[in-house]
């Protein structure tokens, strides 16, 4: 029937029909071969499945249920087509079948529970589990600290939609009642093709609907994450949700919140600038009954995000309505206490503020629920003060700075598997991307300097790619959660050691493996010290086997790649700056020094024609693989000795089971494990991984200042 209804004609209309109430109607279409039987029916179901999906679970009829399943359609991205293929027919039906008992206990609307079946989420994270019943039943803020890629967002995100449902359930705010004309829903409407008559582009007034939640995150690319993970776990039960954040068009993000979303997820800058425009949806905000904030221990950092300190100055200032919030906080180092960066230590000798290494993890809990004005929280840390999942496996390589680029590329040649490269600056990320483009890797960079259109093109080239290898600053080190991340390399060690957490925690998700490799040279043993210790780590990280005698091959490489590098950038400012000066003269109006061109174009030549010869040589080299097949890294000395490898190796074994044999053998040598201190680590007192605060007493102003009793 679906495939039928492709015939729609022109149909003519006098012009005073539009003259009132029709704002924005172009035109209408009829539709000239249909099915009134098929029409009518899908009509009523659909009006009946609307209701259905807001309703609590067991509610549904269940002959009415097959019928819905059979043809529901996306709410959130419904199809254009409208066509029901026989695939999603069949998984549709898998989904009926999908035993989702394990999450009953929590009062989950049977839409939501639906599309946790679709999405085939059996049962609950162990975080999830621990924060839901206290979140939905008992209404709780929560304040939950878990390990990298263990499910917190669903651990905010369900308690919110739910929430929210209950909400509109309560105030008789269903979809049906409060549904808008916007051009959307028009296309949902038809979206099976069914229906004789086809409106298209109007653009009614939408009647305005409440702001419930906000979900803040400190990146973009988090925010854009969150919103499409939540728009999957939404997706029966009709909730709108958008992103705001920095570098997306304004015009865009106005027509979005024009829909007024129910749930807004965004970065605090560009959302504090919107509601300073005085932006109608947002002016709610002060309004909103549930707020999250992901990442928060990096949200509240001194120095960032003052716009997120506005924020809660603004929706805080109201004690009624901030009772009414509910109110959730998560990070994977929420109660990790790190010692301060060396680049901010002097800063802080000069503000004489209070050394950051003397606070308790007590202390740091005990901030963050003052800054933010949270009451009585129920706070859940499983992360046992490491914040890095049990299935990650940790190690290192230490070398000089000069070695790092081959180590990398010996680790991306002999290991490939998706990889995610860190480094500290962007000039770092620059000049590694270079490097391993020119040695044919094809790395994608990111870093917060590129438009942003970009950085979300590289995210989705490297999620596409399962031997990709994206090379970023800490912008990727928080929340992305890329599918089957095998490996991160730090190509310097990090400056925190919640960075070392958040970016290792790119890989090892789901409770799937993944390795992590520090690089580290001889400058950067004060970090890794400070990083082992704030981490409870008493013993040196094992060192990756790198089997040496292939590093001669790797190394012939990345030395003609540099070399390359150097002359065509020597090529390139040669170029700018004869191309600078003829444009200078040229305005100036006078004639530049024969001697000084030929000079300069000369030199710029003669680079040229070295770069393009080292070009072709590098060409040669890479059409050849690095490690030929049977090669055992073999090679001869200038004695004309040769150098026989400690042990042939499969070239394309898993680093991490390389790394898993290593340390078995290094637990049989004791002596290569190094004491590193003498751990002392205070550990916050938890049962079944819930936290006790001391009792709060309120003081002054309610939501600002609190007292510990
Ligand atoms: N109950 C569940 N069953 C199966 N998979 C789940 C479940 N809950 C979440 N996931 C999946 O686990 C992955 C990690 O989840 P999520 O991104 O929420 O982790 P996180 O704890 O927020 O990580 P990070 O600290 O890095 O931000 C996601 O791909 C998500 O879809």
Redesign the pocket.
Known sequence: MVNKMKNWKPVEIDGNVFSSGFEGLIGIEECTDYDLGDLVETKNVKKKRKKDDTKQPNKANKKVKEIIVKSEPNLLSPSKSGDTSISEVTSLEDVEEFDTSAWLNFDLPESILKA?AE???????Q??SLTLPSAILGRKNILGA??????????F?LPILTGILKIKEKDGDNIEENSDDSEEELEDLDENGHGCVNAYKIKEKHPQKPLYALILTPTRE?AM??KS?LT?VAKYTGINIAVVVGGMAAVKQERLLGKFPEIVVATPGRLWELIQQGNQHLSQVDKIRFLAI??TDRMLERGHFQELHSLIEKINVDEEILKKRQSFV???TLTLIHDIPRHLINKQKIKGRRNLKDMTPEQKLLKIVNSLGIKDPKIVDITQGT?TSSTLTECRITCKITDKDFYVYYFLQKHPGRTLIFCNSIGCVKRLNTLLTLLDCHPLPLHASMQQRQRLKNLERFTEDELGILIATDVAA????I?SVEHVLHYQTPRTSESYV?RS??TA??SKEGITVLLIEPTELPNYLKLCRTLGKDEDLPIFPVQENYLNAVKQRVNLARELDKLQLQVKKATSETGWLEKAAEEMDIIVDDMAKRYDTKEAQKSKKLAEIKRKHLASMLSKPVFPKGFSGKYPLATGELVLPMEVTDQNEKAVDVMKAAVETYSKQKSRFVKLYKGNKKQLERKDGVIKLPKFKNEGKKGKKFKRK
């Open positions: 946790l999405l085939k989420f059996k049962e609950p994270t975080i999830q878990a390990e990298t890629g263990s499910g917190k967002t669903l651990a995100g988090l994450q969150i993970h999957k992901d990442e998560f990070s994977a914040g928080r929340g992305l959660d599918p958040h925690g790119r998700r789901a």
